[in-house]
């Protein structure tokens, strides 16, 4: 079982800047199969995830605005999101794929404008 649990959200002027941590228990395979997605108004979207290979893609709306990291020692993705709009304001979710599909309680973010 992996456990995800992440942190880091909260509320933020229009603008600003908030990264998010996630923290996978023992027994993930490799952070190269983590991302993140979250869920506004709608339904649960995409937002930034490695691809099992290391390279990472990212929803269009948040291309050069948010920037996925990780750190294998530490089991532990970030998402780093500068220039935030309050269309940002959902609960992001932090998701392992690497073998069945396993995702954390979510974080709320806010951007207020």
């Known amino acids: 079982q992996v456990h995800l649990e992440e942190s880091g959200g909260g509320l933020v002027q229009a603008g600003g800047s908030l990264t998010l941590s996630c923290q996978a228990s023992a027994g993930i395979e490799s952070i190269n199969y983590m991302g993140w997605y979250r869920r506004g108004r709608g339904n649960r979207e995409l937002v930034a995830k490695f691809?099992?290979?290391?390279?990472?893609v990212y929803a269009d709306s948040v291309k050069g605005r948010f920037t996925i990291s990780g750190d294998n020692a530490k089991k532990s993705i970030y998402l780093q999101m500068n220039s935030l709009k309050p269309e940002d304001t959902a609960v992001y979710y932090c998701?392992?794929?690497?073998?069945?599909?396993?995702w954390g309680q979510g974080t709320q973010v806010t951007v207020s404008s």
């Open positions: 691809t099992g290979t290391g390279s990472p």
């Open positions: 998701n392992y794929f690497g073998y069945g599909d396993y």
